[in-house]
């Protein structure tokens, strides 16, 4: 899927919403994405010169024309699209004010600086909030802006050890384990353009702004989600499990003679349909497995038998056998698998779009999974290459004539394209 679309034919269930992103990294550059996806214009500010951390971790990047890499890496294509680039330094008073004059077309300020960061240019909260009451600000941080961590840098792998997923992942005599992507990141992002979601919705209905303070520490607290609960009820700690199951058995990866495969048994109907196929319909009415609550109460003598049964067949065997009856059950794709799978490539989960420095033209980008039956996601920018939009929005939005985005570029307080 090839697509692109001009900004006035900006649509979705956000066109008319305007963002001034001043985040970078990860957790704010997913929200902003998101929102721009169902059709926010989403105004990106960088540091001239610099901008988004992620530009330069890589590679891989962005190769041009000749095969050399353009600086562009996946990291920052992965969370920048349908965003407009404009490069403004903040730390001059040209540049703090610059903001505050965007700020008039604006809905939202998203922001992740250390906290008190955007205080120093007069562009907190507390700065802004009388002169634009309507305005929904949220600052993303690592630990929130109040409690005895909220000065400490927030890194997701941080977050992750410190918010308990690692001491649930891994195997069981194994070390702790973080989660390959950065998923605490990745979870704050979704949380904070939630936020925003709502606190528009009360700003359309009482005409007031508000505060939003989202720390990537208490998202993953929050999406701890069954196993924190199972603690919080049970008082004892669990045990990491691999790739089994806290609550349900067989709901695990299981051997084939040829790899693995996933046996995901939802229910005791379900479990009796995979020993009867497996051959061994007795494992289905042993009273130490008829139900979900015998089945855990004997995990590892029943997983180790049911082991020794799906080693005898192939994977294919267990898959094509096993989905008509009703069991879900599939297998572990790597990447390759994922992106030519003909299913995600109906739902369009990978997408291209043009690329101004791609030498091939376009980029290839996870598609949004959201499928709206009246206001579809759309696609309109690829993510934009440093200041590539300054001259446009500063024109469009502010109505700078050229003497002074002439001066303003010579002093080196924005960067055009």
């Given amino acids: ?28 550059p997913t929200c902003t994405q998101l929102l721009g996806d169902m059709g926010a214009d989403i105004i990106k500010i960088e540091r001239p010169g610099a901008g988004d951390d992620t530009r330069k971790w890589g590679p891989p990047f962005v190769m041009d024309a000749n095969g050399g890499d353009t600086g562009e890496s996946a990291y920052y294509l992965c969370a920048n ?15 703090s004010a610059l903001i505050r004059r965007l700020l008039r077309s604006c809905d939202v300020l998203i922001e992740n600086f250390m906290v008190g960061g955007l205080a120093r240019y007069g562009l907190a909260y507390a700065d802004l ?36 997923i690692m001491s649930l992942t891994g195997e069981p005599d194994g070390e702790p384990m973080k989660v390959a992507v950065g998923i605490a990141d990745l979870m704050c992002g979704m949380y904070a353009s939630s936020a925003i979601l709502a606190a528009l919705r009360h700003r359309d209905a009482t005409g007031e702004g508000q505060y939003i303070d989202i720390g990537l520490a208490d998202t993953q607290v929050a999406w701890l989600i069954n196993e924190g609960t199972n603690y919080l009820t049970s008082r004892r ?105 003909p299913h995600f490539l109906h739902r369009d989960m990978k997408i291209s779009m043009p690329h101004p420095q791609a030498g091939s033209g376009t980029v290839d980008l996870i598609g949004n999974p959201l499928k709206f039956s009246k206001t579809s996601v759309q696609y309109r920018h690829a993510p934009p290459v440093l200041g590539q939009h300054t001259a446009e929005v500063l024109r469009e939005l502010l109505d700078i004539d050229e003497d002074e985005y002439r001066a303003l570029c010579d002093g080196n307080v924005i960067q055009g394209d």
């Fill in 1 to 28: 899927m090839t697509t692109n679309i001009s900004t006035s034919e900006r649509s979705g269930p956000l066109a008319g919403l305007r963002v001034l992103d001043l985040s970078r990294i990860l957790a704010g």
């Fill in 81 to 95: 699209r349908n965003k407009r680039s404009v490069a403004v330094d903040l730390s001059s008073p040209e540049g």
């Fill in 129 to 164: 909030k009388e002169e634009f009451p309507a305005l929904v600000y949220c600052s993303i941080s690592g630990f929130g802006q109040t409690g005895p961590y909220a000065d400490r840098a927030g890194y997701d792998y941080l977050i992750q050890g410190m918010g308990g």
């Fill in 237 to 341: 700690l669990p045990r990491r499990l691999g790739n089994a199951h806290p609550n349900i058995v067989p709901y695990q990866l299981m051997p084939a003679s040829d790899g693995h495969f996933i046996l995901a048994t939802g229910n005791d109907r379900q479990y009796q349909r995979f020993c009867t196929f497996a051959g061994a319909p007795e494992l289905g009415t042993d009273p130490k497995y008829h139900t979900n609550r015998d089945r855990l109460a004997n995990r590892d003598e029943l997983i180790a038998k049911l082991k020794d049964l799906t080693r005898r067949h192939t994977m294919d065997y267990w898959i094509d056998g096993l989905l008509p009856l009703g069991v879900p059950c599939g297998p572990v794709n790597n990447l390759e698998q994922v992106f030519s799978d």
